[in-house]
């Protein structure tokens, strides 16, 4: 099947943390309307010196050198970001030479906004059956405080910034299974912050809510379909954190409470870095172990969503 072992994972954040509170000096709010409405209650944004591309850089060196791997086995950096300080050149690009990678082998950017570690993921591993190296370093990170608009209570309280990443290894003997899908739909909107940075984020917030109560239990069930499993054959989900409600809602109807990790308490909404936070924090903790079976989904701008279920 030609599946991916999950080697190891790092996370980065960056300086300044901010609580509700702190929010409230930008836009009139409060920690009971944040926190009762999407389970959050602080954020990290970067402080002067700080971007995707630092955050990437970090998390990209702790994943690394926890792998074991050498960097002549990498055979390709995908970075997912839709907040990336440049266009050109990509983040991977510059992660790859932060690293000292191998110069033969691909790196790119991915956009897919909060679904983009999982396409990433997808990329990476078509990546490496197509030029038979072993290794795959993939990184979501994101600065989303670049594309906040700071006065729009309705979107910057939402989100945080920070970096995820993983080294995963191709497998031969590991499960593999992935979905993908797009609905074309404008409701989440940000400017393209390399270029501009004109164009603030703006969200329909109650139509993204209904798409991702759906989207959820409906990557799930496909990917059980596709792999013929059931809740009972998974230990873990791991989701992209963007509001507790969502999660709550995805789990009264797929079941499995004690399978749902969240921390959207603590990051706030970091779209492509989400899952592989939590990853990171699963794994500091010692919940992730070799030969577990997790679902991961991933759902955002564009509309997108993905899901992957794998054993790592
Ligand atoms: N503080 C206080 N009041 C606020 C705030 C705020 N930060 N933001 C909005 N309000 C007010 C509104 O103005 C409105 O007031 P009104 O009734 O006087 O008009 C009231 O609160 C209710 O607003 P709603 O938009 O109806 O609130 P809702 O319960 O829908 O919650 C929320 C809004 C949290 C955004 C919710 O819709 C949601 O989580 N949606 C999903 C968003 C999401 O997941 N986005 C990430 C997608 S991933 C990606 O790709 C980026």
Request: hydrophobic share 40%.
């Amino acid at each position: 099947m030609k599946g991916l072992k999950l080697l190891a994972t790092g996370r980065a954040l960056p300086s300044q943390v901010l609580s509700n509170e702190d929010m409230s000096r930008f836009v009139e709010t409060s920690d009971e309307w944040i926190g009762g409405r999407t389970g959050i209650r602080q954020r990290y944004f970067c402080a002067e010196g700080e971007n995707a591309t630092t955050l990437a850089i970090a998390a990209a060196k702790r994943a690394m050198e926890r792998s074991g791997a050498a960097p002549e086995e990498i055979g390709c950096v995908v970075v997912a970001t839709s907040s990336g300080e440049y266009v050109m050149p990509s983040t991977a690009s510059t992660v790859h030479g932060a690293l000292g990678l191998p110069e033969d082998i691909p790196t790119l950017d991915v956009g897919a906004a909060c679904a983009g570690f999982l396409y990433a993921v997808e990329v990476a591993r078509g990546l490496l059956l197509g030029n038979g190296k072993r290794c795959a370093l993939v990184i979501g990170t994101e600065q989303m405080s670049s594309v906040l608009d700071m006065t729009d209570r309705t979107t910057c309280v939402l989100f945080g910034d920070g970096a995820g990443a993983a080294v995963f290894a191709l497998d031969e003997e590991r499960e593999y299974v992935s979905v993908q899908g797009t609905r074309s739909d404008p409701a989440i909107r940000s400017g393209c912050p390399g270029i501009t940075r004109q164009v603030p984020m703006t969200m329909d917030g109650q139509a993204v809510f209904r798409f991702a109560a759906a989207i959820i239990p409906k990557c799930v069930q496909d990917l059980f379909a596709k792999g013929g499993k059931t809740m009972d054959d998974v230990d873990w989900v791991v989701c992209h954190q963007a509001n507790e409600r969502i999660l709550d809602a995805s789990i009264r109807r797929l079941g499995g409470k004690d399978k749902f990790y969240k921390n959207i308490d603590r990051y706030a909404n970091t779209s492509a870095a989400s899952i592989p936070i939590v990853l990171d924090e699963m794994n500091e903790q010692g919940l992730l172990k070799e030969g577990q079976r997790v679902v991961m989904v991933g759902f955002g701008g564009g509309l997108t969503w993905a899901g992957v279920m794998l054993c790592i």
